[in-house]
């Protein structure tokens, strides 16, 4: 059964993706590239500094989402049935509309003419618009929003098999809530904030469509620079190039990652 499906993905995933990866090393066919084309884009000024933006943003929303899921996904865990599904609900709504739809509503939240500088004008916070839009505070408020789902569910998924006797057995010991919470809770749950993390900061590498409408020059990622090498120059050296080093960073973090993800997610796996 599983057959068809393994055949599928070969042929519209990895024979692409092994395209692309040839390339890097073939490309252009008068000149084969080699590791050239690796050595001029790691030293390529303007590929780094895409890179930076990429990490860097990627880096500062799995802080934000780690931070606001875990404690959102406390509250889930705290509240009564009713209101567990309700916060379940709210939290997997944006799943139900596009990517491109969520980020294009952020660009007409933070514009100057937004609900929050309408706010901000209105009560006199500000004396005119605060240019919000086109910066990277728009990208990490459109990115960790998008993102927030993939840390609460984990985070939740380790919560809810964390054994209750074990938080009975600090408070008998004296620990109070909080030290129990941060010295039991927190680190019995910190598989699911990793695996929450580590989901969060690759999906977060990968974006393309949210920093292009939200950022600035300055904000895009390093998927702008593939695609502009492919569809404006056709350099498919430069851009396969890009796309594998992305790619085993990638595999690379999943690798680090992999037996976090499996005691978040996988059932019956020992959390201590």
Do not use: H
């Amino acid at each position: 059964m599983v057959v068809p499906l393994l055949t599928l993905l070969a042929v519209l995933f990895l024979a692409p993706l092994a395209t692309v990866v040839i390339r890097s090393f073939t490309y252009p066919l008068d000149a084969p590239g080699g590791l050239g084309n690796y050595t001029r884009v790691l030293t390529d000024p303007i590929a780094l500094q895409y890179a930076g933006n990429t990490f860097r943003t990627a880096l500062v929303v799995a802080v934000l989402t780690v931070v606001i899921g875990y404690f959102y996904a406390y509250a889930m865990y705290k509240a009564t049935p009713g209101w567990r599904i309700f916060l379940l609900f709210a939290a997997l709504l944006p799943f139900w509309t596009s990517l491109l739809v969520r980020s294009f509503a952020w660009s007409v939240i933070l514009r100057d003419t937004g609900i929050v500088n309408d706010l901000l004008v209105g009560t006199g916070i500000a004396d005119a618009p605060i240019p919000l839009l086109r910066t990277s505070f728009a990208v990490t408020v459109g990115m960790t929003q998008i993102l927030l789902p993939f840390v609460i569910l984990p985070c939740f998924a380790a919560m809810g098999r964390v054994d209750k006797n074990l938080l009975s057995a600090s408070r008998s010991l004296g620990a109070g809530p909080i030290g129990t919470f941060w010295r039991i809770f927190v680190p019995l749950t910190a598989p699911g904030t990793a695996a929450g993390a580590v989901l969060t900061f690759i999906l977060a590498v990968g974006y393309y469509i949210t920093p292009v409408l939200l950022g600035g020059p300055s904000d895009q990622p390093i998927a702008v620079l593939i695609e502009n090498a492919v569809q404006q120059r056709g350099d498919w050296a430069t851009a396969g190039a890009l796309a594998t080093l992305v790619l085993i960073i990638v595999i690379g973090l999943l690798a680090a990652g992999w037996g976090l993800l499996a005691r978040a997610f996988l059932p019956g796996k020992d959390q201590r």
